[in-house]
């Protein structure tokens, strides 16, 4: 038989299908080499685009351990000593979790309050000097430069730092890993954003903020720092895995709702109730262990500034809900009460959630025009915040102080209940004592005891409005906000007015009735209930 020597010695043909190009051999020549699907000119050149399927730039993360015979051998063979690295690492990490959510807490609040307090000061002198004009003008150019600083950080940095973070934070510690969610840029946008919007007299809180911060923390350290600058030690090779990186980020979630609210034993069952679905009673130790040390970090610093060297930190935004002046026998009757604020904070709390759904739909169409739309939307709420909360005190009448009452009446200074505002002396106007003050003294005045005429009916009912309208167009811009102090007002509005309305039938407190109406908003917005009652 005799061969063709001619096709011997010329090589095969190699068919190389590029983009745009096509084949000259016929599919059946040369089945080996060419490419039985053609490329797509729109898509990347991933094996997942050449089949036309687009790429989602969320990923899962594998939170199951394989128990399998290969890793019960790699965990035979370690040292003790390696053992005992691991374990110290662990609870060394949960140490440093609590004391950097301490610490950058305080230091939130101490901005926050210098910030709001020389800024209000000033309004008030502009009061006292009768320039309501000049007032304005400064109130509302100062919101708006603050906005515009913490909105652009948002729009043009980090656009993950916007918004509370507690979503993405769940979807996380469920199994969802968004990328850039817990970076140094997002944690230092996120620090920045939160005291320049809270400052500025938004109708948000930082508590949200706080337990972002306190997840971002758990992330950067599990990981040895910036994805650019990581600690290059080995013994951090023990948490190169997702399991150990959730617990630490609950750790750390877990932190940062104890700084926002003085709770530990709340932080955990906040985090155990509303975030982690994947829990071990391991980690219950470590994350009360990481609340614990903030709470010894909060402490310090409250101690610290009591002597006058945080300026106007005062009370520092750290005691939301503080009712211990209390003290009485509950009856049955009681009961009564408590039902229909119960029953109102339910009803409420699911109308304010069908609403706040309709307007995050509009800001959405909103936001997908660009960032200028992102930002422009951030500032025309400033504005319209700024004017209401300057204008508004004006509404109401000023009330003669009560000689019998142990606090100071009026006051004109940064702090206290009964500001003086545009009253003559001897009178306070009960509504600037509610919006003429940070968010945090707000629910502290309004949750103040032994004080039952200190705000009167058209007073609360304008503060409740105003908040539900300024907490339905304010969550959704593009700043670094939280849900809580916002249903916290609304709440402990409507419950102070029916404490009063019950004033004759009960023997309860109507600041106690304001804590009772703002848990049970909180309740029936956001779900929380073992959580809540810990954290009120």
Known sequence: ????????????????????????????????????????????????????????????????????????????????????QYIFLKWSLAF?????TGVIAALINLAIENIAGYKLLAVANY?????????FIYFTALNFLLTLVGSALCVFFAPTAAGPGIPEIKAYLNGVDTPNMFGATTLMVKIVGSIAAVSAGLDLGK????????????????????????????????????????????????SGVC??????????????????TWWRSALLWRTFFST???????????????????????????????????????????????????????????????LLHKVLRLYNLINEKG????????????LFTSACLYGLPFLASCTPCDPSLQEACPTTGRVGNFKQFNCPSGHYNDLATLLHTTNDDAVRNIFSTNTPSEFKYFSLIIFFALYCILGLFTFG??????????????????GRMLGIMMGDYTKIDQGLFAVLGAASLMAGSMKMTVSLCHIS
């Not at 992330?219 to 959730?246: A, E, M, V």
């Not at 010894?296 to 006058?308: A, N």
């Not at 849900?483 to 409507?494: K, N, Q, T, V």
Request: negative net charge; contains cysteine.
């Open 371 to 382: 960032k200028l739309h992102k930002l422009l939307l951030s500032l025309t709420v400033s």
């Open 207 to 254: 508590e949200g903020p706080l337990v972002h911060i306190g997840s971002c923390i758990a992330s950067l350290l599990g990981q040895g720092g910036p994805d650019n600058h990581r600690i290059k030690w080995r013994w951090l090779r023990y948490f190169n895995n997702d399991r150990d990186r959730r617990d630490l980020i609950t750790c750390g979630s877990s």
């Open 477 to 494: 811009i593009a700043v670094p906000s939280g849900l809580f102090l916002p249903i916290i007002l609304m709440g402990s509005a409507y």
């Open 1 to 84: 038989m005799e061969v063709d020597q001619t096709q011997l010695a010329e090589p095969s043909k190699i068919v190389i299908m590029e983009e745009g190009q096509q084949a000259d051999e016929e599919p059946d020549s040369n089945s080996l080499h060419t490419p039985l699907l053609k490329r797509n000119l729109t898509l990347s050149s991933s094996p997942l685009a050449m089949v036309g399927a687009k790429v989602s730039h969320i990923e899962s993360l594998d939170y199951e351990i394989n128990e399998n015979d290969l890793f019960k051998q790699d965990w035979r063979s370690r040292s003790k000593v390696q053992v005992v």
């Open 292 to 354: 614990a040390v903030v709470v010894v970090v909060l402490r310090l610093s409250m101690e610290y500034c009591k002597t006058g060297s945080c300026g106007l930190f005062g009370q520092g935004g750290l005691i939301l809900f503080d009712v211990s002046d209390v003290s009485l026998r509950y009856h049955v009757v009681d009961i009564i009460p408590v039902v229909v604020i119960g029953v109102i904070g339910g009803v409420l709390g699911s109308l304010y959630n069908h």
């Open 259 to 276: 700084a926002a609210f003085r709770s530990p034993v709340g932080g955990v069952l906040f985090a155990l109730e509303e975030v982690a």
């Open 96 to 100: 440093l979790v609590g004391l950097l």
């Open 127 to 135: 009061i006292d000097k009768q320039s309501y004009l000049e007032g």
